[in-house]
């Protein structure tokens, strides 16, 4: 297994070759570093760039990283993950903490990032909780920061030993969301109600109205991006980390000649060739973080559907 001294080495240089490969909009540079639902997410961004010249700055340094490194016992095969929890370098007093997903698939392979998402952690000194990093960045997070994660060995394991189960929140809260506007439910058995849950059931409800309520919305996520590390808090509730494709289906109700969409925006130039439409397809790459106790609810930590990265988007001219 990976020691702690070489997953620093891989952690750092990812964090600047994936800030050079954004920098530049080099996809190529991209691929060795990234995999799984983090590649997809970055092929669509990058080529939108390419078609739109769209610019972004991929420049973030990260620092006080804390790794979560599972024994040999709990992956003697292939492949191999490592999580690590750390703050972005100039903010280290802010709550915000990204989370990073390593994953080897072979034995000498490189190791690759395959997940990224961020949390509330506990601030860098007591009584101090700003989080002022991720403002504008179109995530919901919950405020309750999460306990720390587990890096010792318990039982002979460092991840949860009940990673099985805990990954089917996954599956859970996809199905929580897929719905066709606005017959979404708030209530669910399997979640805390809040923000991330009712809240996000509200918003999607609420596109029915829109158009002078004259289209159809139906939501649709779809787990990808194979299983993640789990990993073990203080205190004993688990973190899981589910990545999806969701998918956004629009169609003109009856009556309805057609509908469009903001125009220059990333769908509209995605779509081309036409301002009106009568069915359109957007699928979007959406990462949940979800806190899983021993018993009882889970409750979602993070969820960026409001900022989500679109991956694709076809449609039907009017």
Request: charged letters at 25%.
């Amino acid at each position: 297994m990976i020691s702690v001294a070489d997953a620093e080495k891989v952690f750092n240089n990812y964090g600047w070759a994936n800030s050079v490969a954004e920098g530049k909009a080099d996809f190529g540079a991209i691929f060795r570093i990234q995999t799984g639902a983090l590649l997809e997410e970055s092929k669509a961004r990058h080529e939108r760039k390419n078609l739109h010249s769209i610019v972004r700055d991929g420049d973030t340094d990260f620092a006080r990283p804390v790794f979560v490194i599972p024994t040999e016992r709990e992956q003697p095969g292939y492949p191999r993950s490592f999580v690590v929890f750390s703050k972005v370098d100039s903010y280290v007093e802010d709550r915000a903490t990204a989370v990073h997903h390593f994953v080897q698939d072979r034995s000498g392979g490189a190791w690759k990032a395959a997940a990224t998402s961020w949390v509330y952690g506990a601030p860098a000194k007591a009584g101090e909780s700003p989080a002022r990093y991720l403002e504008g960045e179109g995530l919901l997070m919950r405020e309750k920061e999460i306990a720390a994660p587990g890096t010792e060995v318990v039982a002979g394991a460092v991840f949860s030993a009940r990673a099985d189960e805990d990954r089917k929140v996954c599956g859970r809260y996809g199905d929580y969301l897929s719905f066709t506007a606005p017959d979404g439910k708030r209530e669910s058995e399997h979640f805390v109600q809040g923000p991330l849950t009712g809240g996000v059931v509200d918003a999607y409800n609420a596109k029915d109205a829109l158009v002078d309520g004259l289209v159809r919305d139906t939501f649709s996520y779809a787990p990808t991006g194979g299983d993640l590390p789990v990993v073990r808090l203080a205190g004993g509730a688990s973190l899981v980390t589910c990545t999806y494709v969701m998918s956004e289906h629009s169609e003109n109700k009856p009556g309805t000649k057609w509908f469009t969409f903001k125009k220059g925006g990333d769908v509209e130039r995605m779509l081309g060739g036409s301002r009106r439409w009568k069915v359109a397809d957007r699928h979007w790459a959406v990462t949940a973080v979800i806190e899983v106790p021993a018993q009882g609810p889970a409750d979602v930590v993070t969820v960026n559907s409001r900022g989500a990265e679109l991956l694709s988007a076809k449609g039907t001219p009017a």
